[in-house]
């Protein structure tokens, strides 16, 4: 699997049908093919990335996915950065990695919480070098903290159980945010 974000949604509860109907005849312009699935979520190809932005090129591009995020909101997380916890979200995602993947999943993001004024769920911290699972520590959270306080934008730290009684941490931030991590030079998605 390869890069995936979440777009939080905040307000009344919708299908995921009704919400990436909205998204279809945009993405239509410039994927290829784009299949609806009988859930509401959406596969598709990137045929021109130029819509997204002028330098982006999509050579090498795998396929993509729109679904809902059935684990949001989760009893374990603390949103206490937010006024309220988000009611339910979407995860965009890749089916495969390589760098080609990682930039269009932000310029796709991107675009989308631009479109439905949502903060972008990273699933990690950002921070470089990218630590595994297995060797978080508190250094990579001093990286990911000193990263992401030099960025423009709004940035939240959400708290979560790890499934071995700890807590560890990922990032959610806004458009300008994403926008300014893009642009970065050590850019790359969890």
């Not at 239509?28 to 959406?42: H, I, R």
């Not at 021109?48 to 909101?73: M, Q, S, Y």
């Not at 903290?145 to 030099?150: D, E, G, I, K, N």
Request: glycine content about 12%; charged content about 20%; hydrophobic content about 40%.
């Amino acid at each position: 699997m390869g890069p995936a974000v979440g777009l939080w949604l905040f307000g009344e509860r919708r299908s995921t049908r009704e919400i990436v109907s909205g998204v279809l005849p945009w993405l239509e312009t410039f994927c290829a093919p784009v299949d609806v699935q009988a859930d509401g979520s959406v596969e598709f190809r990137v045929r021109d990335a130029a819509v997204l932005g002028p330098r982006i090129d999509a050579g090498g591009a795998g396929k993509f996915f729109l679904t809902e995020d059935d684990c949001l909101p989760s009893d374990d997380e603390d949103y206490s950065a937010f006024p309220s916890p988000p009611t339910q979200g979407l995860v965009l995602g890749a089916y495969s990695s390589g760098p080609v993947n990682h930039v269009l999943v932000g310029h796709l993001a991107l675009a989308l919480a631009r479109r439905w004024n949502t903060p972008i769920d990273f699933d990690g911290l950002l921070a470089y070098p990218f630590a595994g699972d297995e060797s978080r520590d508190s250094a990579d959270l001093d990286r990911a903290r000193t990263l992401v306080a030099s960025l423009p934008g709004a940035i939240a730290e959400v708290s979560y159980d790890t499934g071995g009684g700890g807590r560890w941490m990922r990032h959610i931030g806004d458009a300008e945010f994403l926008a300014a991590w893009l642009r970065h030079p050590q850019f790359r998605l969890p």
